[in-house]
């Protein structure tokens, strides 16, 4: 993670680096069988500005009250070179769908 960067979803907008991994971090304690997935469907790099995009399909899904929820959506990363390693800039995860049978997506 960049030192300015941003995570924004339909339920939360992180700002930091630090503020990023304090949510994560309450996320997996608070949900300890949680599964993420990024898959990729495009990733393009433009060296001259030491700058690359990624997009693809994001699903997660977790038990909520003792029942499977689940969201899917498409995400975006900007990522950004720095001293040689690949950082997000700014990540933002749109979900268009909330399945399983828990009152999560109620």
Do not use: H
């Amino acid at each position: 993670l960049s030192d300015g960067a941003q995570v924004t979803s339909a339920g939360m907008q992180l700002n930091g680096e630090q503020e990023i991994i304090k949510k994560f971090e309450f996320i997996f304690n608070k949900r300890p069988d949680l599964v993420w997935v990024n898959k990729p469907l495009e990733s393009v790099e433009f060296i001259n500005w030491d700058t690359a995009y990624e997009y693809g399909e994001w699903q997660e899904s977790w038990t909520w009250e003792d029942r499977i929820t689940q969201i899917t959506g498409k995400y975006f990363i900007l990522w950004q070179r720095s001293n040689k390693a690949w950082e997000i800039k700014s990540a933002v995860f749109a979900p268009s769908k909330c399945t399983g049978n828990s009152s999560y997506c109620d």
